[in-house]
């Protein structure tokens, strides 16, 4: 018999505002990251009221971690310091290692229309912190997509996909942390059984529809994210239909230290990023 991950909690996210005051919802983040670890945020934007999302993000600096942005409608431009400048557009990733540090804007390319996409944000172990930064522009031609035996279709954007009949590995693979981030698309009457490395930390977030967790026997909704066990197997199944964003990673077991858009593990290594950001040399 079949020993599931077990469903620890379920958290609703909150609204709120960043940037230039784009609105969005905080899935998670802030007090008790700790429980995420080695994630540190994720926020859902997206609306088609301009107003909501038109100043957007104008150039601010980061440090210690890295930043997962997943479009799915919309268009936005980023620009950096060390002079990349992509656009960001729907089925596209930006994936960017911030580490020492970046100083970055996301400007929306649009003046109307729809904008909708989230933003993960990943920890980097100590060794890694003041290493070296980089970005990656992701078009969806690059992002892989398979489909499943069930007829599940899944967006392969980091990691190794496989659920013992299907294997895909995604474009983004990295050290450490060794994240999966996949975005199942799940039509009504469908089920999917992803192999996810046992301790892995592992999140679900339902961004449409609603899907039930084997072993839990209740249903997780529309903007629901749930944190499960480190261990056991993982069974998804939807009478309805669902979109749902499998993130997992190999927790850090580090201490976190966040001020702001800064992730150290020391106070004193925060104090010296706000020296290094007074001071212009962040990014030296």
């Given at each position: 018999?079949?020993?599931?991950?077990?469903?620890?909690?379920?958290?609703?996210?909150q609204?709120?505002?960043?940037?230039?005051?784009v609105k969005?919802?905080?899935?998670?983040g802030?007090?008790?990251?700790?429980?995420?670890?080695?994630?540190?945020?994720l926020?859902?934007?997206?609306?088609?009221?301009?107003?909501d999302?038109?100043?957007?993000?104008?150039?601010?600096?980061?440090?210690?971690?890295?930043?997962?942005?997943?479009?799915?409608e919309?268009?936005?431009?980023?620009?950096?310091?060390?002079?990349?400048?992509?656009?960001?557009?729907?089925?596209?990733?930006?994936?960017?290692?911030?580490?020492?540090?970046?100083?970055?804007?996301?400007?929306?390319?649009?003046?109307?229309?729809?904008?909708?996409?989230?933003?993960l944000?990943?920890?980097?172990?100590?060794?890694?912190?003041?290493?070296?930064?980089?970005?990656?522009?992701?078009?969806?031609?690059r992002?892989?997509?398979?489909?499943?035996?069930?007829?599940?279709?899944?967006?392969?954007?980091?990691?190794?996909?496989?659920?013992?009949?299907?294997?895909?590995?995604?474009?983004v693979?990295?050290?450490?942390?060794?994240?999966?981030?996949?975005d199942?698309?799940?039509?009504?009457?469908?089920?999917?059984?992803?192999?996810?490395?046992?301790?892995?930390?592992?999140?679900?977030?339902?961004?449409?529809?609603?899907?039930?967790?084997?072993?839990?026997?209740q249903k997780?909704?529309k903007?629901?994210?749930?944190?499960?066990?480190?261990?056991g197997?993982?069974?998804?199944?939807?009478?309805t239909?669902?979109n749902?964003l499998?993130?997992?990673?190999?927790?850090?077991?580090?201490?976190?230290?966040?001020?702001?858009?800064?992730?150290?593990?020391?106070?004193?290594?925060?104090?010296?990023?706000?020296?290094?950001?007074r001071?212009?040399?962040?990014?030296?």
């Open positions: 018999m079949s020993q599931f991950r077990q469903v620890l909690q379920i958290h609703a996210g609204p709120t505002s960043d940037g230039a005051g969005l919802t905080r899935v998670f802030g007090r008790g990251v700790e429980l995420f670890d080695p994630f540190l945020m926020d859902e934007f997206g609306s088609d009221k301009p107003d999302y038109i100043a957007g993000f104008p150039p601010h600096p980061h440090r210690g971690f890295e930043t997962v942005t997943y479009m799915l919309g268009r936005m431009r980023h620009e950096d310091h060390m002079g990349n400048v992509g656009l960001l557009q729907g089925g596209g990733v930006q994936w960017m290692t911030a580490a020492r540090g970046v100083i970055h804007s996301e400007m929306p390319e649009q003046e109307q229309g729809v904008m909708r996409g989230f933003q944000w990943l920890n980097l172990p100590g060794k890694s912190k003041m290493g070296d930064a980089g970005y990656d522009d992701i078009q969806p031609e992002i892989a997509r398979v489909t499943t035996q069930n007829d599940v279709e899944v967006v392969v954007i980091a990691g190794q996909f496989d659920d013992g009949q299907v294997r895909q590995a995604g474009v693979q990295r050290p450490d942390t060794e994240p999966q981030y996949f199942f698309h799940m039509p009504a009457g469908t089920k999917i059984n992803p192999k996810v490395p046992q301790g892995h930390r592992v999140l679900l977030y339902v961004y449409e529809g609603e899907v039930e967790i084997a072993g839990h026997g997780l909704g903007s629901r994210l749930a944190r499960l066990s480190e261990h197997e993982l069974q998804l199944s939807t009478t239909g669902a749902v499998l993130i997992a990673g190999k927790p850090l077991g580090e201490p976190i230290v966040q001020y702001g858009p800064f992730v150290m593990n020391t106070r004193e290594e925060i104090e010296q990023a706000l020296r290094d950001l001071n212009d040399t962040l990014t030296a």
